[in-house]
C-alpha cells in the first residue's frame, strides 16, 4: 500500500515485485478494491491474482486409499464340555492301602510306594413313587 502511496516505483515496476515476491497475506476483495482506489493498475491487479493462484493449495490427486489387509477371522478358542460329578468319600472306608508311616525329609522320595485309597459309602436307596 505504501509503495502505490509513493511515486518511487512505476505500476509495471510494482507489479514484476509482486509476480517476483508475491504478498505476504491473501487479498481478499476489499484488498482489491483497496489497491484500485489507491490507483492500482490492471498489470498490478493481474499480478497480485497470479499471485493468489500460486499460493492457494493445490489439490492433490484423489488416490483411492490403499486397500486394507485381507482381515482373518480370530481362531476360535477350543471349547471343552466339562461334567461335574459329585462323589461322596467314606472317611471310614477310605485310608493308606500301603507305604504308610514312612518318615522323610520334604521334597525327597521315599522308599516305597504311597497309596491312599479313597471309597465310597455303600449306595443309598432312594425311595421310588409308583
Given at each position: ?42 498489470t498490478l491487479l493481474a499480478a497480485v491474482d497470479e499471485c493468489a493462484r500460486r499460493k492457494a493449495p493445490r489439490r492433490a490427486a484423489t488416490r483411492p486409499p490403499p486397500a486394507a489387509p485381507p482381515v482373518t477371522p480370530p ?56
Amino acid at each position: 500500500m505504501r509503495l502505490l502511496s509513493g511515486a518511487e516505483l512505476s505500476a509495471g515496476e510494482l507489479a514484476q515485485l509482486v509476480r517476483r515476491n508475491c504478498l505476504t497475506f491473501d487479498p481478499t476483495s476489499r484488498d482489491r478494491n483497496d489497491l484500485q482506489l489507491m490507483g492500482a493498475d490492471g498489470t498490478l491487479l493481474a499480478a497480485v491474482d497470479e499471485c493468489a493462484r500460486r499460493k492457494a493449495p493445490r489439490r492433490a490427486a484423489t488416490r483411492p486409499p490403499p486397500a486394507a489387509p485381507p482381515v482373518t477371522p480370530p481362531v476360535p478358542l477350543p471349547v471343552f464340555q466339562v461334567q461335574r460329578i459329585v462323589v461322596y468319600v467314606s472317611a471310614e472306608r477310605s485310608g493308606f492301602v500301603s507305604g504308610g508311616g514312612q518318615r522323610g525329609s520334604a521334597g525327597a522320595q521315599l522308599p516305597r510306594a504311597l497309596v491312599f485309597e479313597a471309597r465310597i459309602p455303600p449306595a443309598r436307596r432312594s425311595p421310588v413313587k409308583r
